[in-house]
């Protein structure tokens, strides 16, 4: 019996080893795959979506719909950045790794909250310029005793996990391009993956495998064609030259490399060995600027199926042929088992920015179905034949504006989704938001400037209340729970704000997200019934993770508001000032107390006696095409800084200091002085001032100048 009995233990160990399960004896981050693919079962969050298929999904389930009320804080940290904050945590054998705006990296003891070690990349300020919608971080990757980080100025650099001492970093990007990482990499075989950002700015997207011990390039594939015609002697060369090129023209997008990047999502299936990942806009937007209003332009605003192991070319699947609005397929993808018609499929589910619900084959990229699951305006289906959309007359703003619901923020945007197997449901971060697309008829590329070919003008807010507030009626923030197999939803949370949280799913019936207003919360999982809330203070816009530690099971939010909504539509969301990011960590029977925000207090402007000898509507214009989208409209702005309350406004001087001089670009307001020259600022700060003292901008505006937007 004796004998059995060790032998049981011993086949046990085993199977724990074989699975990567006993990682913690052969030093800390030891995740394989063997283990991610296993995780289905155990208590742990292994990578920033928890297991390959990115359901986000655990099986937890101490933590429940009938004692999710006695939740309360375990443990917090406050970091020292104050932009926002959009890391998933990551929690291997007891040790929780996350990131920071700015990219850097923290490890904590996972049960205390004990800081074990931190890692600053030292990310010069002004590369700030160069992100488009914050200088944020989506969180690390853990691999066989390392942790990956993605830093903003393009570098992936791996950490030894117990220490977060550099064991290597590689540049991904050509520094003299407005290339960011914002994404987390993804780990598969023994190659990590990463992407980038900059496609409003003018880059050229790929996907990059580098080897997880010595960080030597493995393969790359582009997104877009050469714009010198030559073969990249890369993974994309043979169907770019059978397919992809052919269906790019004009000399637009060769300038700017075409856009496509790849900045967030990836899934990888290990039975059919397919990596997924998910393909952005083109630059410019405007598909008549950027290919002369011809062609699909392959392979922007895809979901692109890749061999891991070279990158070699699988199936693609266009959500947008001939993308032209920033709706890009970059959202969070989700691999699934459905029963559909009766039929088990191995499907593939997304929510892309341009409004419709994809259910895809994964094997092949097959459409099985596609259905809004916001109302939209630009489309009135997707053709079932061919998978393309049904466009409805004049939305592509050839010659005229075009009012078009999504707005380039997207029916869904980067925020995590969630799928629940055993309700059936995904979990959808959704918005409703309107925008008029208008052709910008004197675009001309500026490099390292913003590059969409589309005038940012008509969507200056308007003064009056009451038009102020028929606006932000129109603008909604929802959480949906969608049937992918009815192609409906089966419940829809309302949110008071349009830009909130990523979604996790539990197997205790809950779902969990944070909000705009500052606040944490846990839904039944069944009917959306609200049972649980945290005043967390500060904006949430992050996705949590949860997972278990001697019995007890904890959920982790990183908290701390920011990102493109923050930026560039503050009156449409709650005010406030910008405040330190945290991390809050949460148990039954919490007692900890978060302290309360010191608020920055705001000095008074007194614009007494102070003139500019600027033209007011010059820098209307300038402002509206270029800085609204860091500074807000009307430059209201409030997560940077609200210039209207600037102290900088109050002397010529101070203000070419800063938008001329680059006084400020350690703090990520670079110069303008390749883009505009001191009258043109002049111009600018005569058009804040009108805004400080409340005047109305003019109704029609002076064309316009060139100025590039700030990024701070």
Not at 404 to 414: D, I, L
Not at 651 to 658: H, L, N, P, Q
Not at 676 to 690: H, M, N, P, Q
Request: charged fraction near 20%; hydrophobic fraction near 40%; aromatic fraction near 10%.
């Amino acid at each position: 019996m004796k004998t059995l009995k060790w032998a049981a233990m011993l086949a046990a160990t085993a199977l724990l080893a074989a699975c990567g399960q006993g990682g913690g004896d052969k030093g800390p981050g030891n995740v394989d795959g063997a283990r991610i693919a296993a995780a289905s079962g155990n208590g742990e969050w292994l990578t920033v979506a928890r297991t390959y298929d990115e359901q986000r999904h655990s099986p937890l389930d101490k933590i429940n719909t009938t004692n999710v009320g006695q939740l309360g804080l375990a443990w917090m940290y406050e970091f020292d950045t104050d932009r926002g904050q959009e890391a998933t945590p990551v929690v291997v054998d007891g040790v929780l790794y996350t990131t920071t705006a700015w990219s850097k990296v923290y490890a904590f003891d996972a049960k205390t909250g004990a800081l074990k070690w931190s890692y600053d990349p030292k990310v010069e300020g002004k590369k700030g310029f160069d992100a488009c919608c914050d200088v944020v971080n989506r969180g690390v990757a853990v691999w066989k005793g390392k942790v990956y980080v993605g830093v903003l100025d393009g570098r992936l650099v791996a950490l030894e996990a117990g220490t977060g001492k550099e064991a290597w970093s590689v540049q991904t990007t050509d520094t003299g391009r407005p290339y960011t990482i914002t994404g987390a990499p993804r780990v598969v075989k023994d190659k990590v993956l990463i992407g980038n950002g900059g496609g409003e700015y003018g880059v050229r997207g790929y996907l990059s495998a580098y080897d997880s011990a010595t960080g030597k390039l493995v393969w790359r594939f582009y997104t877009t064609p050469n714009p010198n015609g030559q073969p990249d002697n890369a993974a994309s060369d043979k169907i770019m030259k059978e397919k992809g090129a052919a269906t790019w023209f004009g000399e637009g997008w060769k300038a700017t490399g075409g856009g496509g990047t790849v900045w967030d999502s990836m899934a990888y299936d290990p039975e059919l060995d397919i990596l997924y990942a998910g393909v952005g806009n083109g630059t410019p937007w405007n598909h008549v600027k950027r290919s002369d209003g011809k062609g699909d332009n392959l392979f922007l605003s895809s979901v692109l199926a890749l061999k891991p192991d070279t990158g070699e070319y699988v199936w693609h699947y266009q959500t947008t042929p001939g993308e032209s609005w920033d709706y890009t397929a970059t959202q969070h993808i989700i691999l699934a088992d459905l029963t559909i018609n009766g039929q088990p499929r191995k499907v593939l589910m997304q929510a892309p920015k341009n409004g419709f619900f994809y259910v895809l084959d994964r094997a092949n990229g097959q459409l099985i179905s596609a259905k809004p699951y916001v109302p939209i305006t630009w489309a009135s289906g997707v053709d079932p034949a061919t998978g393309r959309p049904i466009e409805n007359p004049g939305v592509r703003y050839e010659n005229a504006p075009s009012l078009q619901v999504p707005a380039p923020f997207g029916a869904h945007n980067w925020h995590p989704m969630a799928f629940n197997p055993k309700e059936g449901l995904v979990y959808i971060p959704a918005q409703v938001v309107p925008f008029a697309y208008t052709p910008d008829k004197g675009y001309t590329f500026r490099p390292g400037a913003w590059n969409v070919g589309t005038d940012f003008l008509a969507n200056a807010l308007p003064t009056d209340a009451a038009q102020m507030a028929a606006i932000k009626a129109m603008v909604k923030g929802e959480l949906i729970a969608w049937d992918p197999v009815a192609q409906k939803a089966r419940f829809t949370i309302k949110h008071p704000y349009f830009w909130n949280a990523g979604v996790m799913s539990t197997a205790g019936g809950l779902i969990f997200q944070g909000a705009a207003q500052g606040e944490f919360s846990a839904y039944n999982a069944a009917d959306g019934t609200k049972l649980w809330s945290y005043k967390t203070d500060n904006g949430v816009i992050a996705a949590p993770s949860t997972y278990e530690i001697d019995g007890e099971q904890y959920v982790a939010l990183m908290v701390g508001y920011g990102g493109a909504g923050a930026l560039s539509a503050p009156a449409l969301l709650p005010e406030r000032p910008r405040l330190p990011g945290r991390l809050m960590v949460f148990k039954l029977g919490g007692t900890a107390k978060a302290p309360p925000y010191v608020r920055p207090e705001q000095a008074a402007l007194d614009l007494t006696g102070v003139t500019s000898t600027g033209d007011v509507g010059r820098g209307f214009a300038l402002f509206h095409q270029n800085c609204q989208v860091c500074h807000g409209p009307n430059a209201g702005g409030a997560f940077l800084p609200n210039l209207r309350q600037s102290q900088m406004l109050l002397s010529a001087e101070s203000w070419k200091s800063v938008v001329i001089d680059g006084a400020l670009a350690e703090r990520g307001m670079a110069s303008f002085s390749r883009f505009i020259d001191a009258k043109g600022a002049e111009d600018l700060r005569a058009y804040v001032l009108s805004e400080a003292r409340g005047a109305a901008a003019p109704a029609v505006p002076p064309a316009k100048g060139g100025a590039a937007t700030a990024k701070r």
